[in-house]
């Protein structure tokens, strides 16, 4: 029997491509996203692929407890939950941040994920089987200038993901955070507010990883054995590594 796969944000990025792979491999979907006229695209470019669509806001705790409730009976045991939804907007220094970026990466990247790991959860463990997989970040782990909101809100995602392993042991659930580092998706074009331009720059001169590689990731990570647990996966171009700390000098 095929198994159900239920992707936020698969209107574009790495959700869209999760979608194609999982689809060519022959999985059930559920697609979420705000953009009703993306979902109804991809879902016809997923054909013959069995698809379901939901077009709600993840920052909407009764949407999202709603869209899991009101599932048809095919897609509604979701084998694999991708808590994929998700921004970072500015890149300004936090003392000349706007609070309504904070605050709609705060609901978007921390509610809107805990939202709907409640709303699936307990019928993975009722049925003992089920894997979630979050989109955590690089930046949850390093700092940098301007990822202030943006990285403590994927700090969260990492250590989120780890206590619910925690709470899970015992049971046959999987709990995975992705972290990827410079990819190139409609992330830079969202953080810097529909600035093509700025959002090119991020990219110029690199490789980065693609929204492919993380569906790649994705795909490996939900069909690995199922004694196998990866706990976080961290994914960077080549071409991005570290730099030494930073230091100021009278
Ligand atoms: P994109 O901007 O390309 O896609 C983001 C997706 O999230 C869209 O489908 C968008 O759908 C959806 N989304 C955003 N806000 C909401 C909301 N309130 N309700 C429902 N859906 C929402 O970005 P990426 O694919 O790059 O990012 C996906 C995830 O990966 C994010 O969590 C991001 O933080 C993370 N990530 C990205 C990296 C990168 O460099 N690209 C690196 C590391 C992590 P719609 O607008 O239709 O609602
Ligand atoms: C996205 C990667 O480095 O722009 O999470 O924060 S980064």
Redesign the pocket.
Known sequence: MSKTILI????????QAMARRFAAEGWNLVI????EE?LQELKAALAPAKVHTLRF???DREQCAQAIKTLPGEFAKIDVLVN?????LGLEPAQACSLDDWETMID??IK?LTYMTRAVLPSMVERNTGHVVN?G?VAGTYPYPGGNCYGGTKAFVNHFSKNLRADLLGTKIRVTNIE????E???SV?RFKGDKAAADKVYEGTDPIT?DDIAECVFWTTNLPAHVNINSLEVMPVQQAFAPFAISRD
Not at 8 to 15: L, Q
């Open positions: 936020t944000g698969a209107t574009a990025g790495f959700g979420t996203g705000r953009r993306r806001d993840v920052r994929n939804a998700g921004l970072a978007t990247n809107g989109l970040s990827p580092g410079l990819c998706t409609e992330f969202v929204a």
